[in-house]
Structure formats: structure tokens, C-alpha cells
């Protein structure tokens, strides 16, 4: 299929990124409507991914453990607002063994209740606290409309959940994690994100306040990458999580709880992305290097091949993730457009000629064309390949950034607001008021993304009622 030309983003957005997700061996609809199987090629970046958050988490003192999947219903109903925000996704398991559940269990939507249960047992004493822990795990919310790797029955995420002696410990807590997103995103997936606080009408329901890291895909929709949520005392009043303060007096805790799933490698496809295909910051690719072997004559074969392994021996030492293909039967072009499609940062091209004269060719993938080929010599090849690799990755991200800036519009009035949001996003004063937000919403389709932590100063006028201002938002359609 790699041969077969994808549509263009510019023609059908939403159908380059379903044959691009398949095509790539990303991952494949399951047979069950809304899940998904994710391929090893999808799931190597995953595992990429997982790599530098889960080492993120550990250097700020998180440790792992794992929950269980099957919540009592009953934990569900404890806290009001988290029951009424995720009762339309939930899946209810009745039966069991062949017989009627006494009570029935809920497939976890997520797990503040569980985890929350589980806490109230295991502190006691300020000197349990704080409380810090993540898991890796699958949840499953109902949705009604589904897209591979954006919004699927079944995703794969970390949840983070701690607890803390006081709200200012939980408020520090939730904004250190949003900051790990930052940099995670910015640092590791050259993802551009902008860091802010939902509104209320956003916020996760049992939440006190919600921050987000949103960002720009290459339709200029946003995307929400990724959440942290400062629970207050919301969740420690419904499930008894006490502890003894230093003066013997018994206290709630203040918990947290911050999330990034699989849905992050939707933001990487459709922010790299370009007309033939994927395009992988080198920080995470599956594999950071494809070697592309070319002879016709069994003879060229064996020295080609000889030379070829060895590289790749070399780059391995290195630490660079190198794949060489040697399939037989397809054609040196055949495996460009292929390994082109499936978002290969460098391509080395390696023939008899290059093998006389101790040299290859790199090709950059973010450089299609001659632009981005350039002879290097073989002695010291691991040298200039790594080099080369932070070079693309750094233009990976300014070109992301440029993008999000040239769809950025800090509109005068309404009239160019609705315009700004078509394709893009809006910078806007906003009075913070919910029926304004909602009003927006149901004219333009666009909503509130947050209210960006770095903020301008000064005051204006609400972009949709005219009333004082005191904070701008970003405004944008989003997936």
C-alpha cells in the first residue's frame, strides 16, 4: 500500500490521519466498535513515550503500583460531580461466573475511588504523607464517537494519584505535574504546547481546578495532550482520607490526580505529519535510522550487505534505534516511499559506490528531496548520524511553533474571532463567565481550550460580551 499516494491533508484531514494510522502499522480497528489493537510499530512509541514521562515521574519521587480494574459501583456514586461526568461512559460488568452480581462492578473509567479506598486505609499520620503514585494501565469510557488513538473506548495512560497534608502542597503537586508535561512534550515529541487552567465548565468532574498542556494540530484544531487536576478535599471527604497533624488533630488530605494517554501519539502524527506521511521526532521514533541497501548483481549484494551490518553494528553501539531493511523483492524506491510514509527521522543509502568510496547517504525525512541529502564519510558515521538526528529534532519543533503562531490571531472584535477559529486559535479576553462561554461554544463550535499560565497583564474586554476582562483565553475547535 505504500505506493498508493495517501490523500492530502489539505483535501481530507481527518482521512489522511485514518489511512496514515493504519497504513503506518500504527494500530488497527478491533472487532469491537471504538477499541482499538495497537500494532508494534504504534506501540514501540508508546513504549518511547512511556520511557521518558515514567523517568520524569521517578526524579520528582512518584513510584509505581497497579489497581485494580474492576470498581464497585458503589465508589462510583461517592463523589457527586464524578458520578454525574462520567455515568454516560461507563461500562457496568453485571455477571460473573455464570451468576447475577450482588453489587454490580464498573470497568474503570479511571481510578480516583479505587485509589481513593485503598488511601484511606494506608494513612494515618502526617508522617504518611505524601502520598505519591502512578500506574500504567488501560481504562475504558463509553464514547460515542471513536478515532484511533484520539478517542477510543479503550486508551492506555499513566494516572498519577497523590495525597498531601495541605492544599498548598496538592496545589504545588498538580502544577510540578503539568510542568513534567511541558517539558515532556516540548522536550521529547517537539510538540509546542501551551500550558493553562481550564474553566470551570472544563475542569474534570470532582476536580477543585484543572490544568491542561493544549495543542496545535496541523488542521489548526487544538488538542488536549495532556491534564492534571488539583482534587481539593473532594475526593478525601467521600472516601475518609484522613491523617493525625502533628498536634494530634484529625485532618482530610488534599489529593491529585494528572494523566497523559495514548492519545498523545494522535498529537504527534497530526502535528509532524505532512502529505507523505509520518513524520517522528528522532527523541522517540521507533526507529531513528532505516538503512536501505542497493545492488543489482549478487555480487554488489554481499559487499553492500557486509558494510551495511556493520553500520548498523556500529550505530546499535551507539545507542541509536537503526532498522535495516532487508526485504527481498521490493525496489530501493519502493523502501523510500515506505519508510518515508511511516515517518523514519534519517534514511541511509548505502550502494556499490558508496561502499568504494567509504561514504553513504543520509537522508533527513523532514527534508524531502535533495534539500535534505548530504554524503557523509563512514568513519565516524555514529558521530554525524546523532548529530544530525538533534538537528531534526530541533526543526521539528521551531516549524511546529512557527505554525502555531502563524494560526494564532489576538482578534479586535467578534466578528473576527469567528474567522480566528475557523482555523486556528483565538487569544482572547475573556470575563469568565459561564453562559459567555457557553454562548461561544454553540455560535462558533469553538471552545475555551485554558487560560494560558503566562499572561499578558493589564485588562480588556470580554471578545464575546464586552464586560471587564482581567485574563485571556485561548478559544479553538478541538478533537
Not at 502533628?246 to 505532512?274: N, P, Y
Not at 551507539?318 to 532498522?323: C, L, S, T, Y
Not at 523510500?336 to 559506490?353: I, S, T
Request: charge should be negative; hydrophobic fraction near 40%; charged fraction near 25%.
Amino acid at each position: 500500500m505504500a505506493d498508493q499516494k495517501l490523500p492530502t491533508r489539505a483535501e481530507d484531514f481527518s482521512e489522511w490521519y485514518n489511512q496514515l494510522v493504519t497504513r503506518a502499522e500504527l494500530a488497527d480497528y478491533a472487532p469491537v466498535r471504538g477499541c482499538m489493537i495497537v500494532r508494534p510499530y504504534g506501540w514501540a512509541l508508546w513504549e518511547n513515550i512511556t520511557a521518558q514521562l515514567d523517568r520524569r515521574f521517578k526524579a520528582t519521587g512518584h513510584v509505581n503500583a497497579a489497581f485494580p480494574m474492576l470498581i464497585p459501583r458503589s465508589f462510583i456514586d461517592k463523589e457527586k460531580s464524578h458520578v454525574a461526568g462520567f455515568s454516560p461512559e461507563l461500562a457496568v460488568v453485571t455477571h460473573g461466573g455464570g451468576e447475577e452480581l450482588e453489587e454490580p462492578l464498573v470497568i474503570r473509567p479511571t481510578s480516583e475511588t479505587i485509589i481513593g479506598w485503598a488511601y484511606s486505609k494506608w494513612i494515618q499520620s502526617y508522617r504518611d504523607l505524601p502520598v505519591l503514585i502512578n500506574q500504567w494501565n488501560s481504562v475504558v469510557r463509553w464514547e460515542l464517537r471513536t478515532k484511533l488513538f484520539l478517542r477510543t473506548l479503550e486508551f492506555f495512560w499513566q494516572e498519577g494519584h497523590t495525597a498531601h497534608a495541605t492544599q498548598e502542597e496538592a496545589e504545588a503537586e498538580t502544577r510540578q505535574m503539568l510542568d513534567t508535561y511541558t517539558d515532556f512534550a516540548m522536550k521529547e515529541a517537539a510538540v509546542p504546547v501551551i500550558p493553562g487552567k481550564k474553566s470551570d465548565a472544563e475542569r474534570f468532574a470532582g476536580a477543585d481546578r484543572t490544568y491542561s498542556i493544549e495543542a496545535m494540530m496541523g488542521d489548526g484544531k487544538a488538542l488536549q495532550a495532556g491534564t492534571s487536576h488539583n482534587l481539593g478535599q473532594n475526593f478525601a471527604k467521600a472516601f475518609e482520607i484522613k491523617y493525625l497533624d502533628k498536634t494530634g488533630v484529625q485532618e482530610f488530605c488534599w489529593t491529585t490526580s494528572w494523566g497523559l494517554s495514548t492519545r498523545f501519539v494522535g498529537a504527534i502524527i497530526m502535528v509532524h505529519g505532512d502529505d507523505q506521511g509520518l513524520i517522528f521526532p528522532p527523541r522517540l521514533a521507533p526507529f531513528q535510522l532505516v538503512i536501505v541497501p542497493i545492488y543489482k548483481t549478487d555480487e554488489e549484494k554481499a559487499s553492500v550487505m557486509e558494510c551495511a551490518r556493520r553500520l548498523r553494528a556500529e550505530l546499535v553501539d551507539a545507542d541509536i534505534r537503526v532498522k535495516l531493511d532487508e526485504r527481498e523483492g521490493s525496489s530501493p524506491g519502493f523502501k523510500f516511499n515506505d519508510w518515508e510514509m511511516r515517518g523514519v527521522p534519517l534514511r541511509m543509502e548505502l550502494g556499490p559506490k558508496d561502499v568504494a568510496k567509504n561514504s553513504v547517504v543520509l537522508a533527513r525525512r523532514d527534508r524531502p528531496g535533495k534539500e535534505g541529502k548530504t554524503f557523509v564519510d563512514q568513519h565516524g558515521i555514529a558521530g554525524a548520524v546523532s548529530a544530525l538526528l538533534v538537528e531534526i529534532q530541533q526543526a521539528l519543533f521551531d516549524r511546529a511553533l512557527a505554525f502555531r503562531k502563524a494560526n494564532t490571531h489576538e482578534p479586535a472584535d467578534y466578528a473576527e474571532f469567528k474567522q480566528a477559529v475557523e482555523k486556528g486559535f483565538a487569544f482572547s479576553w475573556w470575563c469568565g463567565n459561564a453562559d459567555c462561554e457557553a454562548n461561544i461554544k454553540e455560535e462558533t463550535k469553538a471552545t475555551m481550550r485554558c487560560i494560558p499560565l503566562e499572561q499578558p497583564g493589564g485588562s480588556g474586554k470580554c471578545i464575546h460580551c464586552g464586560q471587564p476582562a482581567t485574563e485571556k483565553a485561548i478559544f479553538a475547535k478541538a478533537y
